[in-house]
């Protein structure tokens, strides 16, 4: 039997193949194809490469001022980002084109004078929006550059918010009135955190100021635009100082490198300038109407200092039966009609006030209105309508004298202790008698009267509705108000109509209490502290006693303390006054909440001097937060959070930590 000899195996050949694995590999790498990373996100700002003329240039003659970048670049918001100072008739023109951006000027420039241009940040970059901060060029026309600068920031006077953006300005003419007549001589704006810096100043003495400059004239001529300013002048001056620069090893992390060298240090930089408003607007009636046949009513633009006066041309003789009723900062009132009026279809009556003239002085003034009764159309006999409107809905009614006089509940059935209660009647109360208005207090099921009687009253001449019933009322309790008929008399004759209104208050432990202990205060100054919540509502103000301030029956939440030196004693603050040469009233914020619970007696010590002015408000209830630079976080913020862990992580140590607050003890 013959055995065939053994195959050798050949490999099999690939060139049938090839075209099959090229196409498998073609769509593999098409499945993982992705864009490339292109390197590390741009975080740099534009860098300045050179200026046509040069910063510095004396005896400049053009009109036209070239600057280059590194990149491509943007300016965005010239108008109103970037300042020239001095300030001509015509803003000079800023555009970019490329890397390259070009200022021409319209007017002829001043002979012998320094020129500035502050760009604040409006240069970025093309790709990412990278800002180029604080970038400012100088030239001069005469032989001379000054150099000298001043720098500060501009908070907000009362609130501490940084003002963003506001106009900064001089004048070497020191009198009161150049801030009002003439344009700033120098200027610049703020920063997304209030700081400014002035550039080309001369060592002279300066008045500075901040405005809010809504017309755009550079000069406080507007009564109604935010202003700060200084009682006293500033004059630049510059110092060499010697500073150390230290290089780390980027590797390690170790010292590689310390250098000094000598620079210069401009002064003053420190200067500080608290804004406000004066609350002066122009007066005019907003709107008015006559809301039914027995009241008029008029809403004016702003409160009034002094309450408005009405007369009727066509009555003079009826203006002393009026009753007014007004808010408390006197730009709503209402007059409620004597009887002979009531019936009065159509009025006319002139409204006195005060207007401000172009030097904000007020001057009489007086508008004549007519109110008219809008009174419903009679039905059509045997209608379904008569009592029904077109949607079907009750007939509204207009008020008139014959209709009951009611009493009805200010607020809530639920009362604080501490409070009086409120009641208020339909119509104008001329006649009240209180031993006809009994209060109750509840006894497991039963009424039973107070132990001692409660004082009952009207409010006061500007509620002439709002009757007040005070007392110490106890915790948790139950009481009721009972109204007999013939207990009030209104305007018109008529007496009220009986009425039974009940209320509770709170139990005890639904309150806190917190006692602040200030240090820093100068002394025989009077100050106010002041609970904010989280959105900055006032809710509640105490006076400052000894150093402390006593805040009983607060509900539990987070507060925000500020302190007011109330150098007027009026007890709130108070707006400054340029003509009158008075500033306003200072505020500091306590940089940390405070947080209540229920229950608790808290007591905290606060430095109120210990840390700088521009970091005392939260970051929490920070309005005008400064803009974050790409790739970083805001350091306001991280200053705020690590304040807050070194806290938290000083009371768990001692053995005092809470969630809720810092340090307090609980009722019995």
């Not at 007059?335 to 005060?354: F, G, M, N, Q």
């Not at 001449?461 to 139950?478: D, V």
């Not at 987070?558 to 603050?573: A, Q």
């Amino acid at each position: 039997m013959k055995h065939s000899p053994a195959r050798t195996r050949r490999p099999r050949s690939l060139h049938p193949l090839l075209p099959l694995l090229t196409l498998a590999l073609l769509l593999a790498a098409c499945a993982s194809m992705g864009n490339p990373s292109g390197g590390p996100r741009d975080e740099d700002p534009p860098r300045f490469v050179k200026a046509t003329p040069p910063s510095g240039t004396r005896d400049f003659t053009g009109s036209r001022i070239t600057l280059e970048f590194n990149e491509l670049i943007n300016v965005k918001d010239a108008f109103t980002k970037v300042v020239v100072s001095p300030p001509s008739a015509s803003v000079p023109r800023v555009s970019s084109q490329g890397r390259r951006v070009t200022v021409d000027f319209r007017d002829t420039l001043l002979p012998n004078t320094t020129y500035s241009i502050d760009f604040a940040n409006s240069i970025e970059d093309n790709n990412e929006g990278n800002k180029l901060s604080s970038f400012t060029y100088t030239f001069s026309t005469g032989p001379d550059l000054d150099t000298l600068r001043v720098s500060g920031m501009v908070l907000d006077a009362l609130t501490l918010e940084p003002r963003q953006g506001i106009l900064v300005g001089l004048h070497s003419d020191t009198t009161a009135s150049a801030f009002t007549t003439s344009r700033f001589e120098r200027m610049a704006k703020t920063d997304d955190r209030g700081r400014f810096t002035i550039y080309g100043l001369k060592a002279v003495p300066y008045r500075i100021y901040a405005l809010e400059d809504k017309d755009g004239d550079m000069k406080y001529a507007n009564p109604e635009e935010d202003l700060a300013f200084t009682m006293t002048t500033v004059t630049p001056w510059a110092e060499r100082i010697q500073t150390t620069d230290t290089i780390f090893n980027l590797l390690t992390g170790a010292v590689d490198t310390v250098k000094t060298r000598m620079r210069t240090l401009y002064l003053p930089n420190d200067i500080l300038l608290r804004s406000f408003n004066s609350g002066r607007r122009q007066q005019f009636v907003e709107n008015y109407e006559r809301l039914d046949s027995t009241r008029i009513h008029i809403r004016l633009n702003t409160p009034e200092d002094r309450l408005p006066a009405i007369t009727f041309p066509d009555l003079p003789d009826i203006t002393g039966a009026l009753v007014r009723e007004n808010s408390a900062t006197r730009d709503t009132l209402t007059w409620w009609l004597p009887p002979a009026l009531v019936s009065t279809d159509t009025i006319r009556a002139a409204i006195h006030y005060e207007r401000l003239d172009s030097l904000s002085m007020p001057y009489a003034v007086s508008d004549t209105l007519r109110f008219i009764t809008s009174r419903p159309r009679p039905a059509a006999k045997n209608s379904d309508k008569t009592k029904k409107d077109a949607e079907g809905k009750d007939a509204p009614k207009a008020e008139t004298p014959q209709s009951p006089l009611l009493v009805s509940r200010v607020g809530s059935s639920e009362r604080d202790v501490y409070a009086p209660v409120l009641l208020d009647f339909s119509r104008p109360v001329v006649h009240l008698d209180t031993t006809a208005i009994r209060v109750e207090v509840k006894a497991d099921t039963l009424w039973q009267p107070l132990p001692s009687p409660p004082a009952i009253s009207m409010a006061d001449t500007l509620q002439p509705r709002r009757l007040k019933i005070e007392y110490p009322w106890a915790y948790g309790s139950q009481y009721r108000v009972s109204v007999d008929t013939l207990a009030a008399m209104d305007m018109y004759g008529d007496m009220s109509r009986p009425a039974s209104i009940e209320f509770s208050t709170r139990p005890e432990e639904y309150y806190s209490s917190l006692t602040l202990t200030l240090k820093g205060l100068p002394d025989g100054v009077p100050a106010l502290v002041q609970l904010l919540d989280a959105s900055e509502k006032l809710i509640r103000a105490v006076p400052v006693s000894g150093g402390r301030a006593y805040l009983p029956y607060l509900p539990a939440g987070k507060y925000y303390p500020r302190v007011l030196i109330d150098h007027d004693g009026d007890g709130k603050w108070t707006p400054g006054d340029y003509a009158a040469g008075r500033l306003p009233e200072t505020a500091y914020y306590s940089p940390k909440a405070i947080n209540l619970r229920s229950n608790w007696d808290t007591e905290q010590e606060w430095d109120v001097f210990s840390i700088n002015i521009d970091q005392m408000k939260p970051y929490a209830i920070l309005k005008n937060k400064p803009e974050r630079v790409k790739g970083s976080e805001d350091p306001m913020k991280r200053q705020q959070d690590e304040e807050d862990a070194a806290a938290e992580e000083e009371a768990r140590r001692t053995g005092n930590y809470n969630p809720f607050e810092q340090s307090g003890k609980r009722r019995r």
